[in-house]
RNA sequence: GGUUCCUUAGCUCAGUUGGUUAGAGCAGCUGACUCUUAAUCAGCGGGUCCAGGGUUCGAGUCCCUGAGGAACCA
């Protein structure tokens, strides 16, 4: 039974529905109220209750079970993740939508008319009295046991995931509830939400590689956004006091079960606050989140994680002698840093400053022990040319990741407002550039002249949006939370073999 | 980039040491059944075993190359 041969059925069942003279694809549906919103309703009546008074309702929704006995049908409709039995019978129904009844397929779309009650093992169900065909599928659904279990099938084809595993529709109706979770917590802590160039002459804001693209009529490169920062701040430079983003970044980088190379980030500034007041803001939302999904201890894997304030601090040094048990003393010393690179088998380490070699240390002994929510403080200074030196260090920025389940899932700034120190961080980044670094930060004139119009202490907030609801979902993969990842196309490689000259 | 694993019917999966005509369930088709719950019962149809090459008397199974996917490492 390949396809063809299921489509050729259904499209004969499609003309036999026409023959009954039916409008096979009506415009509209009768309805009066949605399956979630019956459930609500009566989902607490008995069935006597139902009998003393009755209800009509007209609900539509997809078949998704149909069990035939003759002269009575069965079937279950499913609408936004939510499922409701239809009884149907042929003396309830006349001739011609007894005959429509006959002709459903699993995957069709109804409407029915009829009287709620309770079947003998008490199911809320609809009995109809009228049906109303609404559309076909002339494709079969997936096994409906099972589900969609092959992973690529789920991710190419998320409509027959959605449909056939309602665990995955209920990741992404929880994934809005968490998007709008953060903007009304944003809004009550009296932030703007504002959106900037998702196309920028000037990549800026993070290192990392871009995604470049051109525009014909200005003739000009235009690159992805990688980060939306140095737009929120010259909003605030403009006399935004407090404002916030939710998009998309991009970032020309590999695919992992925590990287899509299109991601969510939140990002939001504040006029007049520094990193402890990020803190604060930033805990709290996560523990608001925790909330929303159901409490603040949540599981994640193997763990449960607590979302209860106040997270743990830990300066990245710290965090490198306590997770490689190392002496921390080492950690002050260039010549004592370069050994334990060594002993860890960090890549070109003669090339690298022992700032830079602190983050890998951090990445490579700390990083995925992380599992508690706990802010990391205290940035190499070559790490974080955006961020504003230590008071008491200046080969330290004060700044802060904070990791959870393993991740990093936001990272922080009081951020650098000295025009002067700015444009002295960007030439080292060219420096860095040349060299070869192709992470490394491009010079933004305009914004270090906005600089120089004078902007104010401000706080600044990055939140890895999909990470954060991998963690409130328990997912294992980004994927599994982005609703069409990235994929390499399906076609053959000499059909799209025009970008041979790429080089691998 | 490296290592390991996966790809068999529309879907979910079996397939023994390399040996006859590749199996099951769901889905589908025909029939029975007026309260079913993965409905049940009887019968029927459905395969580019990911692709290409090789070894062999014989390959879904072994080897090589490629494609796509998954996990781990860097």
């Given at each position: 039974m390949n396809p063809n041969q299921y489509r050729?059925?259904?499209?004969?069942?499609?003309?036999?529905?026409?023959?009954?003279?039916?409008?096979?694809?009506?415009?509209?549906?009768?309805?009066?109220?949605?399956?979630?919103?019956?459930?609500?309703?009566?989902?607490?009546?008995?069935?006597?209750?139902?009998?003393?008074?009755?209800?009509t309702v007209s609900v539509m929704g997809r078949i998704i079970a149909y069990r035939d006995s003759g002269k009575t049908a069965f079937l279950n409709l499913s609408e936004g993740g939510e499922k409701l039995q239809i009884y149907t019978r042929k003396d309830a129904l006349s001739e011609t939508e007894w005959e429509v009844v006959r002709l459903l397929d699993m995957g069709d779309f109804i409407s029915v008319t009829g009287t709620l009650m309770r079947t003998k093992t008490g199911e809320l169900t609809v009995k109809a009295a009228?049906?109303?065909?609404?559309?076909?599928?002339?494709?079969?659904?997936?096994?409906?046991?099972?589900?969609?279990?092959?992973?690529?099938?789920r991710y190419r084809q998320r409509y027959l995931d959605l449909v056939s595993n309602p665990e995955v529709l209920h990741t992404f109706i929880l994934r809005s509830k968490i998007l709008a979770g953060i903007r009304h917590y944003m809004e009550q802590q009296n932030y703007l939400e504002v959106e900037t160039p998702m196309m920028q002459p000037i990549p800026g804001g993070a290192t990392a590689r871009p995604f470049i693209t051109h525009h014909n009529a200005l003739d000009m490169a235009l690159y992805l956004r990688v980060a939306p920062e140095l737009y929120l701040k010259r909003l605030i430079v403009g006399g935004f006091h407090k404002v916030y983003e939710i998009n998309r970044n991009f970032r020309n980088e590999g695919l992992s079960v925590?990287?899509?190379?299109?991601?969510?980030?939140?990002?939001?500034?504040?006029?007049?606050?520094?990193?402890?007041?990020?803190?604060?803001?930033?805990?709290?939302?996560?523990?608001?989140?925790?909330?929303?999904?159901?409490?603040?201890?949540?599981?994640?894997?193997?763990?449960?994680?607590?979302?209860?304030?106040?997270?743990?601090?830990?300066?990245?040094?710290?965090?490198?002698?306590?997770?490689?048990?190392?002496?921390?003393?080492?950690?002050e010393r260039s010549e004592d840093i370069v050994q334990l690179a060594k002993?860890?088998?960090?890549?070109?380490?003669?090339?690298?400053s022992p700032g830079v070699l602190l983050g890998e240390l951090f990445e490579h002994h700390?990083?995925?022990?992380?599992?508690?929510?706990?802010?990391?403080?205290?940035?190499?200074?070559?790490?974080?040319?955006?961020?504003?030196?230590?008071?008491?260090?200046?080969?330290?920025?004060?700044?802060?990741?904070?990791?959870?389940?393993?991740?990093?899932?936001?990272?922080?700034?009081?951020?650098?407002?000295?025009?002067?120190?700015?444009?002295?961080?960007?030439?080292?980044?060219?420096?860095?550039?040349?060299?070869?670094?192709?992470?490394?930060?491009?010079?933004?004139?305009?914004f270090v002249n906005a600089l120089e119009h004078g902007f104010p202490p401000t706080g600044g907030l990055g939140v890895g949006i999909d990470r954060m609801v991998m963690l409130m979902t328990n997912a294992a993969s980004i994927r599994d939370v982005i609703l069409f990842p990235l994929m390499r196309p399906q076609t053959a490689r000499d059909e799209t073999a025009n970008d041979a000259d790429e080089p691998e």
């Open positions: 050729q059925v259904r499209l004969e069942k499609l003309e036999k529905l026409k023959a009954l003279g039916l409008d096979v694809w009506p415009r509209k549906a009768e309805r009066s109220i949605g399956i979630g919103g019956i459930l609500e309703a009566f989902g607490g009546l008995d069935g006597p209750a139902l009998e003393a008074e009755p209800h009228r049906v109303q065909f609404l559309s076909k599928a002339l494709l079969p659904l997936p096994e409906k046991w099972h589900g969609l279990q092959d992973k690529e099938l925590r990287h899509n190379p299109e991601f969510t980030m939140m990002e939001s500034y504040a006029a007049g606050e520094d990193l402890r007041d990020v803190m604060v803001l930033t805990e709290n939302l996560f523990s608001e989140m925790a909330k929303l999904c159901g409490g603040l201890e949540r599981p994640f894997g193997e763990n449960t994680l607590s979302y209860a304030t106040p997270f743990r601090r830990l300066t990245l040094k710290d965090a490198i002698a306590q997770y490689g048990a190392i002496d921390r003393a080492r950690l002993d860890a088998h960090l890549e070109d380490i003669a090339k690298k700390a990083e995925k022990q992380l599992l508690q929510p706990t802010f990391i403080t205290d940035y190499p200074i070559e790490l974080s040319p955006l961020t504003k030196t230590l008071p008491d260090n200046d080969l330290f920025v004060d700044r802060f990741e904070l990791f959870i389940g393993g991740m990093e899932l936001a990272n922080a700034y009081s951020e650098l407002n000295d025009p002067v120190d700015q444009l002295g961080r960007f030439m080292a980044q060219m420096q860095e550039r040349e060299g070869g670094n192709d992470e490394a930060m491009m010079l933004d004139l305009d």
